[in-house]
């Protein structure tokens, strides 16, 4: 079973309506975070919590908000969405230790906005 | 603020050996991570420097050198399922990734 999972894997959706995409992980690590990915581009950060009450804004926060529900489960919404939201979504988690901050990234979900 | 620059693409043949450059500029600095990303697929974590030297991990290295705010990641014995997207990352408190060097192996 993957240790981190995205829900849905893809999604078409209109402008203007909300969305939700869901991540959870049995990896047990208490940092979770949300990129975004374009066509060609790294990846850059939406939103990170290092636990179930911290909540910090990332890079490109604006117009999307999050949800820490469980240790396990990190919520990324898109409350109004825009075409130039169309991307690929990354949540990954993350641990601190001799390799430094490593992350493991779920499978991915391919959004279109139309 | 924060900012890494590595080459957009870069070519080689199977069996050679390739050199992907990072250069970063950042206030504060914990180490350099290397990540790989196939074509649809998630990024993969692949080796992290902290100190400046050399790691090596099988046919790949990664290499730091803090004075020069430098690091590479040294592919050996290249191999067709090399062939993907390459991110290095500074570590300051979260990371921060670089735009990528998509790495094509050809025969």
């Known amino acids: 079973d993957a240790d981190v999972t995205q829900t849905p894997r893809n999604r078409i959706t209109k402008t203007g309506k909300r969305i939700m995409l869901e991540c959870s992980q049995t990896?047990?690590?208490?940092?979770m975070y949300w990129y975004r990915q374009d066509p060609g581009l790294g990846l850059r950060l939406i939103y990170y919590?290092?636990?179930?009450?911290?909540?910090n804004k990332g890079e490109i926060s604006d117009g999307y908000s999050v949800s820490r529900q469980a240790q396990a489960k990190f919520s990324l919404s898109l409350e109004s969405a825009i075409p130039n939201q169309t991307a690929l979504y990354f949540c990954?988690?993350?641990?601190?230790?001799?390799?430094?901050?490593?992350?493991?990234f779920g499978p991915g979900t391919r959004l279109l906005v139309l | 603020g924060q900012s890494l620059e590595q080459p957009s693409e870069v070519t080689a043949v199977e069996g050679a050996i390739v050199q992907i450059n990072c250069t970063y500029q950042?206030?504060?600095?914990?180490?350099l991570s290397w990540y790989q990303q196939h074509d649809g697929g998630a990024p993969t974590f692949l080796s992290y420097?902290?100190?400046?030297g050399l790691e090596e991990t099988g046919r790949f290295s990664s290499f730091l050198s803090r004075s020069d705010s430098y690091g590479y990641l040294l592919l050996q014995e290249l191999q067709m399922k090399d062939s993907a997207s390459y991110f290095c990352?500074?570590?300051?408190?979260?990371?921060?990734f670089g735009g990528g060097t998509r790495l094509m192996v050809k025969p």
């Open positions: 990954a988690t993350g641990t601190s230790d001799t390799k430094g901050e490593t992350q493991y």
């Open positions: 990896k047990g690590h208490d940092r």
């Open positions: 919590s290092f636990d179930v009450k911290d909540i």
């Open positions: 950042t206030s504060g600095f914990y180490g």
């Open positions: 420097n902290a100190l400046d």
């Open positions: 990352a500074v570590r300051r408190g979260m990371l921060t």
